[in-house]
């Protein structure tokens, strides 16, 4: 005899069903949540260029897709949305930065801060590399005494240049004798470089000592590092220097100093949207209307 199942049967049917189709979509969400993570902080991610510091290569509002392992991607290195920081790993990458690459990085920190009041990220081109040599004379930069190549898009907006006497008291490293047209010379830090340390070099070198983890006291004529009376300090990890492309209107290492190598995220691909970010998105027939569709593919170099 052929039996029919009883409701109680059937609600409990339902309910495995239900429960199966949501697991299974948590599975396959979880998958998906994973790629997307793997993608974005070893791969490939999106970054909005939010000044105009390297017009006219690119521009401000667009969005550019970045490249993270060329230079090896990292773990996140806070948690999303916060200034929370994480401890975080870096991948081996294709290969190591060189000059003239533009790069995206963690900004660390403005001339005499030990650490940013916001984790965010910066993007620049890389002029100067590990133990190099530079300085800028007469608004032309050079590397190890030789002219660095001209970007594609070198703008200037003041037709007036400041005089080589004329000091900048915003200038790195603080107390320096320089302008954002004649800086210099100056040795990028590199791992192992051994720099003395003086009372009157000491306001130069203090709060980069401090970002590599140290406490400094100056004692009368006595330097102490971590309690330790000291006449020199050994680099412990490699530097770059970074510059704006529209020299004249680029906050860069000119003004806040090294860029840590560790700090390196990637160097951008391609310019994938652009438009006024000044305009809000509720008015979006407006924001719609500022799109540019001519930088829409455009390569960075």
């Known amino acids: 005899m052929k039996q029919t ?145 001209l970007p594609r898009n070198l703008r200037f907006t003041f037709g007036r240049m400041m005089s080589a006497d004329q000091i900048d008291d915003r200038i790195f490293p603080k107390g320096a004798p320089w302008n954002e047209d004649h800086f210099g010379p100056v040795v990028i830090p590199y791992q192992g470089m051994v720099i003395p340390l003086s009372k009157s070099n000491m306001q130069a070198w203090e709060t980069f000592i401090r970002r590599e983890g140290h406490s400094i006291r100056v004692n009368g004529e006595t330097i102490e590092i971590d309690g330790r009376s000291v006449s020199e300090y050994e680099v412990e990890q490699d530097y770059l220097f970074g510059m704006g492309d529209h020299r004249d209107n680029s906050l860069d290492s000119r ?20 438009w006024d970010t000044d305009i809000p998105i509720y008015n979006i027939f407006a924001k719609i209307g500022s799109v540019r569709l001519g930088r829409i593919g455009n390569v960075i170099k």
């Open 5 to 149: 199942p009883t409701k109680k049967a059937e609600a409990g049917s339902d309910r495995r069903t239900v429960k199966e189709k949501a697991l299974a979509f948590l599975k396959e969400f979880g998958i998906v949540f994973g790629a997307f993570l793997i993608l974005n902080n070893f791969v490939i991610a999106s970054f909005l260029v939010p000044t105009g510091s390297m017009e006219n290569e690119v521009m401000t509002g667009d969005l550019l897709f970045v490249n993270k392992f060329i230079y090896g991607g990292t773990s996140p290195r806070n948690i999303p949305f916060t200034n929370i920081r994480l401890p975080w790993f870096r991948v081996p990458g294709i290969r190591d930065v060189q000059r003239g690459d533009v790069i995206v990085f963690v900004f660390p920190g403005y001339r005499d801060e030990v650490d940013p009041e916001e984790f965010t990220f910066y993007l620049k081109r890389c002029v100067a590399l590990p133990g190099d040599t530079l300085r800028v004379s007469n608004r032309v930069l050079y590397v190890n005494s030789r002219p660095f190549p």
């Open 255 to 274: 003004y806040w100093g090294f860029i840590p190598k560790e700090n390196l995220v990637g160097t951008p691909l391609i310019v994938y949207w652009s």
